[in-house]
């Protein structure tokens, strides 16, 4: 767990990326504040820059303008630290690799960020994932869900204090993602991480956030940061069919609506 | 359909085409020296082994030298262009200008240079097997789909790192399948070289049959020369076996 009592804290950034010398601003005025610990989830059409924004946490792209920190410091420091973690839509196991050496992979790149993985570490986190069985496959082998199961613990294995997951569930068919979405929130409470949730599906926004942004495209902005405890349990549980959920996602659907 | 089907039709095929050529194409008035019957073909492999093996060997080693130093310098430069952009746009158009010169007029040439030996038999088949690798080794270099780049990055690998264990794996089925079509063009060139200027070789065999209308020989030394081709691409075929095993498990 992470000493920081924020995650994630921008004010006025503007997020894009640069085409030669102009640059093309995708979403701007974003001031966000996160928590540690918290489970935010992110809701917009495509195109409004969401996996962007996701992409400048991450350090994975620098911001046009504004400040952004990460654990109280620069995104860069975070990410050379190994503070945060990335899941990708489609997973991005390297198919030459086995589902173990995938899990890895952190440990056998990196420079001196590499820290050898103990096999302890491994097998607990392979336990998390429920992924005992499958270490010697390829990912030609596995399915969709497992597949993105080896992709969230290859996030997991070196302990990131955040993780940033851009829609990783957003190609599975409905009955696994619901799956994965519960285990995800068990794995939420066990480990104490702070989540940053990229999805298009409404559902799934709702269904895991305690915090819910929206964001609305030309101009990217944020439309909506809404606070979603009052209407869960504690512990973020909540059920698909509760009459609060599902008027929550009405009123986010109608939201987005007017918007676009 | 079932396994025993799949072995055997290939099987059947090439029976079928070699008894129609044996029995048939006596019939049809098609001279023995134009066409030997393939029993007189293979029974030159027999009566006359000791002529055919020392043609057999130098090409063999010729076109294997030339496949290796080919492909080994097409390796390197093409990760020299990968990573070194200034050469890249430097060399890479001089590169593409030297392959749209024909093999066949620049033989000449390297004969001129290095004499009758197996020297420029072997620079003739590097060539010809150097340049397909290297334009698909470059592009396999730079395969890697965004997102792999981005994990890459996020784990702050360094740059030999990212070669290593991304760019250099992602090349590998495209240099795989360039080094199998290498495998024929590598024997070509061998062959090329000898018909310019060799006294051994299957090369210089195919010449020497061919102006002494000994087609038994002639059709003898095309079939060895296939069979190296083909012994050179199964060599290659086991080598990617082994070496992307677990990629299409």
Redesign the interface.
């Known amino acids: 767990m992470s000493s920081h009592a924020t995650a994630v804290d921008a004010r006025g950034l503007q997020v894009g990326y640069r085409n030669g010398r102009d640059a093309v601003t995708i979403l701007s005025d974003v001031d966000l504040t996160v928590p540690t610990g918290e489970f935010l989830t992110i809701l917009g059409p495509s195109g409004c820059g969401k996996s962007t924004l996701l ?1 400048v946490i ?1 350090n ?1 792209l620098d911001p046009l303008g504004g400040q952004i920190s990460v654990l109280g410091g620069a995104p860069e420091v975070a ?2 630290s ?1 503070k ?3 899941v ?3 997973a ?1 196991l ?5 589902v173990l050496q995938n899990i890895r ?2 440990a ?4 001196h ?2 820290q050898p993985l103990s096999d302890s570490r491994v097998a607990e986190i392979i336990d998390l994932l429920g992924l005992s069985g499958l270490e010697d ?2 990912p ?2 596995l399915s969709g869900g497992q597949r993105q199961r080896v992709a969230i613990a290859r996030a997991l294995v070196d302990e990131p204090d955040i993780l940033l997951m851009d829609e990783p569930f957003g190609a599975l068919d409905e009955i696994t993602r619901d799956r994965l979405n519960d285990e995800l929130l068990s794995i939420w409470r066990d480990t104490g991480k702070t989540i940053l949730f990229v999805t298009h599906s409404i559902e799934e926004a709702v269904y895991l956030g305690q915090r819910i942004m929206v964001l609305g495209a030309n101009p990217g902005r944020i439309l909506n940061l809404q606070d979603l405890r009052a209407i869960k349990t504690e512990t973020n549980a909540c059920k698909r069919e509760d009459p609060a959920i599902v008027a929550e996602i009405a009123a986010q659907r109608e939201l987005l609506a007017r918007a676009s | 359909m079932s396994r025993t089907t799949t072995i055997l039709a290939p099987i059947f095929g090439a029976v079928s085409i070699l008894a129609a050529w044996q029995f048939l194409l006596p019939l049809s008035g098609v001279p023995a020296y134009i066409a030997p019957t393939p029993t007189k073909i293979f029974s030159v492999f027999f009566t006359q082994s000791d002529l055919i093996l020392s043609n057999f060997v130098p090409t063999a080693t010729e076109a294997l030298a030339g496949f290796f130093f080919g492909n080994l310098a097409a390796v390197f430069f093409a990760i020299l262009f990968a990573y070194a952009k200034f050469v890249r746009m430097a060399y890479f158009p001089v590169v593409l200008f030297f392959n749209t010169i024909p093999i066949l007029a620049l033989s000449p040439i390297i004969i001129l240079i290095f004499g009758l030996g197996m020297t420029p038999k072997i620079i003739i088949a590097a060539i010809i097997c150097f340049f397909p690798t290297l334009v698909n080794m470059l592009r396999g270099l730079q395969s890697a ?1 965004a ?2 780049e ?9 740059r030999f ?2 070669f290593l ?2 760019h250099l ?1 992602r090349s ?1 089925p495209m240099l795989f399948s360039s080094l199998r079509i290498a495998t024929a063009t590598a024997v070509i060139g061998a062959i090329v070289g000898e018909w310019i200027g060799a006294d051994k070789g299957l090369g210089a065999l195919i010449i020497q049959a061919t102006f002494n209308y000994q087609s038994d020989k002639l059709y003898a030394a095309i079939v060895a020369s296939s069979s190296l081709s083909i012994a050179l691409f199964a060599m290659v075929a086991l080598a990617e076996r082994w070496v ?1 095993r ?4």
């Open positions: 992409r991450a994975l990410r050379r190994r945060t973690g990335f990708f839509q489609d991005t390297l198919p030459w690799r086995s992979l952190p056998v790149v990196g420079g960020q590499a496959r390829y030609s082998q | 789909t997102n792999e981005e994990l890459f990055r996020m784990l702050s690998a360094t790192e990212t264990r991304l794996p590998l992307m677990g990629w299409s498990k």
